[in-house]
């Protein structure tokens, strides 16, 4: 399927993240992006929209990216769809823990559309 | 256990890239590890595994390929381990397999060996600047030059800046609240993280300076402290400049300027001493007199140095070498103290609190009177009845805290003294413990300093002189260890503190032939015990020169018996030669409040501290006796104990004479009880103390003086004095 038919959620508390990864995933010829602003929202836009891909921030107030996480996975008419994790290098330790509660996989802050996209086809090849 | 092996042995990951495969195996070993417990073959295998898949999701591993083929390996062993454990294999055959893995490792089955591998957390919680700046610390991100991107990141950056001012504020009053710690946290990864992307350096490189301060916070291993605060909202400070060059168009060069270099260093600095823990950090007195210029730093060392081997304070130690005076000492303690209690707290002249506690208990008398004056007491009104519990009840509160507020449990000092006999212990080749009771009494904050340094000395004195060297122990049938024993109690009005060892116990005979030597007493003078223990006291018994650590008993002890006597307080010796010395520091509570039982005797009311008695009771005719040369004797339950009658001590006439009418108290003192007989009990009340003035101050058997509900005054009786007066009576 080719990334411009998938639905992809981009949630993250800030604005100017989401825009910067609004853009590489445009350059990476991504249509459809919604924006969360946190895991709740997120979680509202799940349960109105179907949603190929989620790319979440780890840090955000209220319900941190791993609790999101955790929900997704948990909640049956959504627990299958691809999870890409945002970290920092400084919290990548972390994601071991995100590892255990099944995330798809992970993307350190700063990136690059080639890494991305090198990202997107381990997850979505599965 | 057996699904739990086969599925991971099955092969349930697609290969090293599948993380959610890996995430399923981890936890798998997770549940085959909560089934196995902590021991057994298997249990080497899993951390193995953990730390391969680790290494492989981190992206760490320098041969992936090597690594997939150990973990499928591993998880393909799992099954034939599993077998040894259950008796059905070979337990080599586990080893050789290890052995046999590629890029094997040393530390294979040994997870006490791979704790410092395990440590997730320690990542990049130190903050390294040289690796900042030299190394390429992101991989190659192209140029987002995007004018409107810069823009929403400069309106956005300086919002989230305004709530980290207003969250740092809340933190300095509530310097541990996470959620605050959080919210500031969260802005600095943020700024971070897209300045990482649209390549602002400096912003990037300061936020995410910050961003790690915080983050040690938000694990609870820095606390928030004024500094902190001041690094973090200096941090914000410079951010804000760095967001307002970039709106004016002047951002983005790509050196780091002197301002932005400077903190970083600072910050650096900073991290290099976190006071691990949530104390704040407090300066040492050496700290503070090098700042006021009465020490250079060298100095400043040396007397740490001795101070530290002597276990004695820096002050001390510093005005000992002539290096400062005391006034200066004292102003450095002063200014430390200050820093303290500067945290959450107010500083209070003492005097006022004396005089709030005074007024206190003058208003719990005076409610007293006003609830029980017989007319008053006429007025059966409910509201008045009701009004005035209430009013009883906050009396007492504010009595309470009132007391509370001078008080400090002697804990601290005592815990001094564990180091302090540990290094000189050390120092003398003796071998000493240290052991200690009732380090929960609670004492008057002024007295607590006070009392260190008599304590300090006569501590120093068990162990220099009291305390034997091993092997004289060991010869005269002791244990080669020394106990060196410090009690505190409040009795009555007092805070007894007694240091007690072990040890060789005082010579009379030697302090007798010392005194007349030094000319203190004539060779005719005659002595009871006591007195010459006392002789130690005296100024003259122990001379300068012999003040060192092989000197006889009595280094300092008259300056220990001055600071005693300062405070009020009075010193006893008691020691069995051969045996051990005891030494009795009776101190004055000031003011304190005690549990006191009121007792009837005869006309008046007197009051014994609770504390005292172990019971009280009423016997039959027949448990009394009169035993020749033993005066009178009661038996409660099968144990005979003298009969003290109070009545006789304060010479009043009681109502009833005979033991088995009146009311029994149990008392102990040293190894025998005693049983006090008075004429009835009539409550229990908690009584403020009251000295009774200098004039009866050292009345025998009475330890101070309270006011009762209808303002009556009542003594309160010292058990301890009374046994000895009836001891002496008997004698």
Redesign the interface.
Known sequence: MAYKDLTVLIV??????R??VR?ILRDLNFEDIIEAEDGSAALDVLKRTRVDLIVS?W???RMTGLELLKEVRSTDSIKDIPFLMVT???Q??N??EA????????IV?????A?LEEKLA?ILA? | METIVNRLASGVIDGPDDLMGIGECLNLLDDLEGQIGQAGPLVGIIERARLVFKRLILEESSDPSADWLEVQKLLGSLGTADAVESGEGESTQIKTESAARPGGDEDFLEPASMASDNDWGSGESALDLESLFHEESSPKVEEMQDPELLRDFIDEAKEHLSTIELNMLGLETNPKDIEAINAVFRPFHSIKGVAGFINLTEIHHLSHEVENLLDLARSGKLAITDSVIDIVLGGTDILKGLLEELEKGEGGRKETSPVVMSFLEKVKNFSGDPSVGSETPVRKVGEILVEHGVLEDEAADDIAEKGRSEGRKFGEAAIDKGAASPREVSKALREQRHAIENAASVRVDTRKLDNLVDMVGELVIAQSMVLQNPDIMRIKDQKLQKDSVQLSRITAELQRISMSMRMVPIKSTFQKMIRLVRDLSKKSGKEIVLKMKGEETEIDRNMVEEIYEPLVHMIRNSVDHGIEMPEERTRVGKDPTGTIFICAEQKGGNIVIDIEDDGRGLDAKKIRDKAIERGIISAPDQLDEKATFDLIFHPGFSTKDKVTEVSGRGVGMDVVKKSVERLRGKMEISSKFGKGSSFHMKLPLTMAIIDGMIIQIGAERYIVPTIALKESLRLSKEAYFTVQGRGELVKVRDSLMPLVRLHSYFHEEPKFRNPWEALLMVVTEGQNSYCLLADEIIGRQEVVIKSLGDMFQQLPGISGGAILGDGKIALIIDVKGIISLYEESTR
Request: proline share 6%.
């Open positions: 993250d508390d800030f604005l100017t993240m825009r910067i853009k921030d840090n955000m107030p920092a290098e400084s990548k330790e994601i071991v590892v255990k509660a099944r995330v798809s996989n992970y802050k700063p990136f690059t559309a890494i381990k599965r």
